[in-house]
């Protein structure tokens, strides 16, 4: 296509995470057991909260929940990332790209806004119990629910729409294994200091505002907790440190990423693998393996799968 002088980009060409055979080998390796061990695990928690009626409770359904987000999330990139390491020339047209940025911003605002209703939950269940069933009822909780996901998909919008306003007339090289938005935004043939001040704004912005305020809000459910009996103060301590554990591996990788301008560093791509693959899998394995209800459940499930 010609517009003028300029050739109009249609296609981009992924550079990859590494030119290094010997090391794509080994993320390919490292990647795909990951895959075939802990995601299993995730679609085998979702079905474990669906079928116990003992794991009813807010937690659990918006644990749930964060497992299908999670899964999902890492869908958006890997199996791609998995057929181009065996691809010698890494092509993504213009359509595939915006697809991928879409949901890639979708799925992880979303997340972002899960693990803010999560911590809602966790205080109201901590510093107001008597409140909690009032509060947490299944219609308030469906109705989050509803409200993180048109949250997401506004923040999304948003993305593509500057994006798609930016002309690409060339060069077409993308320094990284997906479409996001610091290296499409690089090969704009305009002036993009808007844009990327725009895109700071919205999406590192939001991480870092929402980091923050969860932090805040756990500092102030553990100064609650103090005057709880021994046995509360445990489970509650036990709790709010599963939460900020997924904080810090969901918003560490994300600030690092969208809170600054959008210059090249050696560590982008690393952080960026762990951030989009590894710890999307990770977060409900890390609930599970630090809440008793869920492993019991899990195992009586697997249990009459395997006497039956």
């Given amino acids: 296509m010609e517009r003028g002088n300029s050739t109009v980009v249609t296609e981009f060409i992924l550079l990859g995470l590494t030119q290094s055979q010997d090391a794509q080998l080994l993320v390919f390796v490292l990647v795909s057991v990951f895959y075939l061990v802990i995601l299993p695990g995730n679609f085998l928690l979702i079905l474990t909260i669906k079928s116990d009626p003992v794991l009813a409770a807010p937690l659990y359904f918006f644990l749930g929940n964060l497992a299908f987000l999670d899964a999902s999330y890492s869908f958006i990139v890997a199996p791609r990332m998995l057929v181009d390491f065996f691809s010698e020339k890494k092509v993504i ?118 980091f923050l305020g969860l932090l805040a809000s756990y500092a102030v459910i553990l100064c609650r907790v103090k005057g709880h009996s021994s046995e509360g103060k445990s489970r509650a301590i036990s709790t709010c440190t599963t939460h900020i554990i997924i904080v810090f591996l969901m918003f560490g990788p994300a600030i690092f990423i969208y809170t600054r301008p959008f210059r090249a560093f050696p560590a982008d791509k690393v952080v960026s693998l762990f951030h989009i693959v590894i710890f999307p899998l990770l977060n409900p394995v890390i609930y599970t393996l630090r809440n008793q209800e869920v492993k019991a459940s899990m195992i009586k499930l697997l249990s009459q799968y395997v006497v039956c």
């Avoid at 909690?132 to 109705?143: D, E, F, G, L």
């Avoid at 294994?177 to 200091?193: N, R, S």
């Avoid at 895109?199 to 939001?206: R, Y």
């Fill in 93 to 210: 047209s213009y359509s595939c790209c915006i697809t991928q940025l879409f949901f890639l911003h979708f799925l992880g605002a979303g997340e972002i806004f899960l693990l803010v209703v999560m911590a809602f939950d966790c205080y109201i269940a901590i510093c107001q119990p008597l409140h909690y069933t009032i509060v947490m009822s299944p219609r308030v909780c469906y109705a989050l629910l509803l409200a993180l996901w048109l949250g997401g998909f506004a923040h999304s919008i948003v993305q593509v729409a500057l994006i798609l306003n930016l002309p690409f007339c060339g060069p077409n090289q993308l320094d990284n294994f997906f479409c996001d938005v610091p290296q499409v935004i690089k090969l704009a043939c305009t002036d993009t200091f808007v844009v990327e001040f725009l895109m700071v704004s919205n999406s590192g912005l939001l991480t870092l505002l929402c």
